[in-house]
């Protein structure tokens, strides 16, 4: 129902098309004819890099940190998700959400306004459609891309702050580097 957007309860989820084809903002650069870069535009400032590119200690930093099993589950970790409620109980927050769901909510905007729908502006329920609309666009990823497309996604799409989309653009503006493996 969730996933339908039934009676327009829900909004809207990602469609297979958008899972298959997401769009992501690239940053257009412009260079004069010595090869000088005169300026950029962009609504993201972003830079795709390749997988080959993710220095090594990075993706396992990123594992080690947002999702331990990540190699074991399918887009959903169902363990991390149950824990929540134990760490709940004893008055801690905690996160459960996978580097898949983490890449849908930053591709998709799953808890943007778009994708509310009239049951999304009720807390609580909102919280609980945005995170189902995460677990089944997470499973759709994974049944369409590998694990190193997912984790290259990811480093493509996340909002490192000020204005910088991605790893790559991140290395640059906060370090002045660029990226090496």
Same mark, same amino acid.
């Given at each position: 129902?969730?996933?339908?957007?039934?009676?327009w309860l829900f909004g809207r989820?990602?469609? !297979?098309?958008?899972?298959?084809?997401?769009d992501q903002k690239i940053t257009s650069?412009? &260079?004069s004819a010595d090869g000088k870069l005169i300026g950029k535009y962009f609504d993201e400032n972003r830079s795709p890099l390749k997988y080959e590119e !993710?220095?090594?200690?990075?993706?396992?930093?990123l594992i080690?940190?947002?999702?331990?099993?990540? &190699?074991?589950?399918?887009?959903?970790?169902?363990?991390a998700t149950m824990s929540i409620f134990w760490y709940m109980l004893h008055g801690e927050k905690r996160g459960g959400s996978t580097i898949t769901q983490q890449l849908v909510k930053?591709?998709?905007?799953?808890?943007?306004?778009y994708s509310r729908g009239l049951?999304?502006?009720?807390p609580g329920i909102r919280t609980v459609v945005a995170k189902t609309k995460e677990w089944i666009a997470a499973i759709k990823i994974e049944l369409f891309y590998s694990k190193s497309? !997912?984790?290259?996604?990811y480093f493509n799409t996340n909002d490192f702050g000020s204005n910088a989309y991605g790893l790559k653009t991140a290395a640059k503006t906060f370090f002045n580097k660029k990226l090496r493996n």
């Amino acid at each position: 129902m969730v996933d339908c957007n039934i009676f327009w309860l829900f909004g809207r989820s990602p469609s !297979i098309r958008s899972i298959n084809n997401p769009d992501q903002k690239i940053t257009s650069e412009l &260079y004069s004819a010595d090869g000088k870069l005169i300026g950029k535009y962009f609504d993201e400032n972003r830079s795709p890099l390749k997988y080959e590119e !993710i220095p090594e200690n990075i993706i396992k930093s990123l594992i080690a940190t947002e999702d331990t099993r990540f &190699y074991q589950h399918h887009g959903v970790d169902f363990k991390a998700t149950m824990s929540i409620f134990w760490y709940m109980l004893h008055g801690e927050k905690r996160g459960g959400s996978t580097i898949t769901q983490q890449l849908v909510k930053n591709l998709f905007k799953t808890r943007g306004q778009y994708s509310r729908g009239l049951l999304g502006h009720i807390p609580g329920i909102r919280t609980v459609v945005a995170k189902t609309k995460e677990w089944i666009a997470a499973i759709k990823i994974e049944l369409f891309y590998s694990k190193s497309e !997912i984790l290259t996604m990811y480093f493509n799409t996340n909002d490192f702050g000020s204005n910088a989309y991605g790893l790559k653009t991140a290395a640059k503006t906060f370090f002045n580097k660029k990226l090496r493996n």
